[in-house]
C-alpha cells in the first residue's frame, strides 16, 4: 500500500492537522510519504518524517508559493501516476478540501470527505463517516485506486514518535494552462492571540446568552486563560457580534478540540453537528431545559455573567498567569 498525505505549512511550520493525518497513515502500515508544495519550504520537510513519513515529495519553487489549488492538483496527480501512489490523504481545511476535489476531478478517483477515521480491514482500506447530523457513524470505502480521503479537521493528533529522517525527493509538475489562471493578489492574515480554532485543544465558544457584543470578552478571557481559541454561533455571528470565521457549526468550521466550553449557548442540532465530537464538553447555561446539556460531559447551570468571570479568575491562578 502507498499513501501520500498533502502537507500543509504556515509560518516556518507544517500544519498539525496533516501531521495528525500522517500519524494515522503510519499505523496502518505500507509506504507512507508526505507531499509538500511551497516556496521556500525544503527545509520543513524532514519535520513529517518523526510522524511517520518515510519520504517527502517537495515542489519548493517560487511559481507554486501562492497557496493556490489548481497547481497543488497538477503536483499531486503527476505523483499519483508516476509514483504509483494508491492512496492519498487531506487533512480538513479550506486548501485541502479545494485540492482534493480538484484532484478527484483530474484523475476520476473516488473521494470520501468529512472522514473521522480509516482503518485497514482485510486488507481494504475503510473510513468512518458521521451520516445523519452525526448521529450514526457509517463505513465507507473505495471501489478503484486512487483513493481519495478528506478528513474532519482535528480527526487525529500529530503524534511525533516514530519514524526518522525521512527521504527527501524533488519533484516539480508541468502547470495546466488553467491552473496559473488564478493569482493571488492579497493574502491577509488574521491578528489573533491564541491557536486557530482548527488546530486548538481548547474552545471557549459564545451564544446569544452573552447578551451583546461587547460581552463576548468574558469569552475572549476565559479562552486566553486556557490557552484556547474562541468560537461563536452563528446567532452571534449574524447579529454582527463576532467574526464568521470564528462560526462553529453546520454552515460553519467543525470542530473537534480536547475541552469544548459551550458559554450561552442553547444547543441548536446545527450548531450540535458542529462540535458534538469535542472529547469533553462543558456548557454554562441559565437555562437547566437547554438542549446543549444533552450532549454535555458538565452542565453548568446559572448566570454566565457571574459564572464566567469566577472561572476564568480560577484558571489563572491554578495556572498561575
Ligand atoms: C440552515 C441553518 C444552518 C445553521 N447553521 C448554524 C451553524 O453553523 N452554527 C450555529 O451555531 N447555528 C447555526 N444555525 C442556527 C441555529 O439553529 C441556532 O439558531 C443557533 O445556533 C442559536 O445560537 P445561540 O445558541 O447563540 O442562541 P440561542 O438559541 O438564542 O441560545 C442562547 C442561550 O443562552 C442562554 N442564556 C441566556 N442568557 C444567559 C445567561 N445570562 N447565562 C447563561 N445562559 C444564558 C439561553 O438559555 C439560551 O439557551 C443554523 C440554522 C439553520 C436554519
Known amino acids: 500500500m502507498s499513501t501520500l498525505v498533502f ?26 510519504a508526505g507531499a509538500l508544495v511551497g516556496s521556500g519550504v525544503r527545509e520543513l520537510a524532514s519535520q513529517a518524517g518523526k510522524f511517520g513519513a518515510g519520504k517527502v515529495y517537495v515542489w519548493d519553487d517560487a511559481s507554486v508559493e501562492a497557496p493556490l489549488p489548481q ?13 504509483g501512489i494508491e492512496t492519498v490523504l487531506f487533512a480538513g481545511s479550506v486548501l485541502a478540501a479545494d485540492v482534493a476535489a480538484g484532484l478527484a476531478a ?22 468512518m463517516r458521521p451520516a ?41 509538475a508541468e502547470l ?10 492579497e493574502q491577509a492574515h488574521e491578528e489573533s492571540a491564541g491557536p486557530a480554532l482548527e488546530e486548538a485543544d481548547v474552545i471557549v465558544a459564545g451564544g ?14 476565559l479562552a486566553k ?32 478540540p480536547k475541552l469544548y466550553v459551550a458559554v450561552g449557548i442553547s444547543g441548536a442540532i446545527q450548531h450540535k453537528v458542529g462540535m458534538q465530537s469535542s472529547s ?3 456548557s454554562i447555561n441559565k437555562d437547566g431545559n437547554a438542549p446543549i446539556f444533552e450532549y454535555s460531559d458538565l452542565a453548568v447551570v446559572g448566570d454566565l455573567h457571574e459564572i464566567v468571570p469566577k472561572l476564568t479568575e480560577l484558571v489563572r491562578q491554578k495556572r498561575g498567569s
Not at 106 to 125: P, Y
Not at 176 to 185: G, I, L, N, Q, Y
Not at 241 to 255: C, D, E, L, R, S
Open 7 to 32: 502537507l500543509e505549512h504556515h509560518d516556518g511550520g507544517l500544519e498539525k492537522g496533516p501531521l495528525g493525518v500522517l500519524s494515522k497513515a503510519a499505523t496502518l502500515g505500507g509506504d507512507v
Open 71 to 83: 497547481p497543488r492538483v497538477d503536483a499531486l496527480a503527476r505523483l499519483v501516476e508516476e509514483e
Open 106 to 127: 483530474r484523475l476520476d478517483a473516488g473521494l470520501n470527505w468529512d472522514l473521522v477515521d480509516l482503518a485497514s480491514q482485510d486488507g481494504e482500506l475503510v473510513g
Open 132 to 172: 445523519l447530523q452525526d448521529t450514526v457513524y457509517v463505513d465507507v470505502g473505495w471501489t478503484s485506486a486512487p483513493r481519495l480521503a478528506l478528513f474532519r479537521s482535528g480527526a487525529f493528533d500529530a503524534s511525533a514518535g516514530g519514524g526518522g529522517e525521512p527521504e527527501i525527493q524533488e519533484f516539480t
Open 176 to 185: 495546466r494552462d488553467f491552473s496559473t489562471a488564478a493569482v493571488m493578489v
Open 208 to 221: 446569544r446568552g452573552l447578551g451583546a457584543p461587547e460581552k463576548f470578552t468574558l469569552v475572549e478571557e
Open 225 to 256: 486563560a486556557l490557552g484556547g481559541a474562541v468560537g461563536a454561533t452563528r446567532a452571534v455571528v449574524d447579529a454582527g457580534w463576532y467574526p464568521y470565521a470564528h462560526q462553529i457549526g453546520q454552515t460553519g468550521k467543525t470542530v473537534s
Open 280 to 282: 469533553v464538553i462543558v
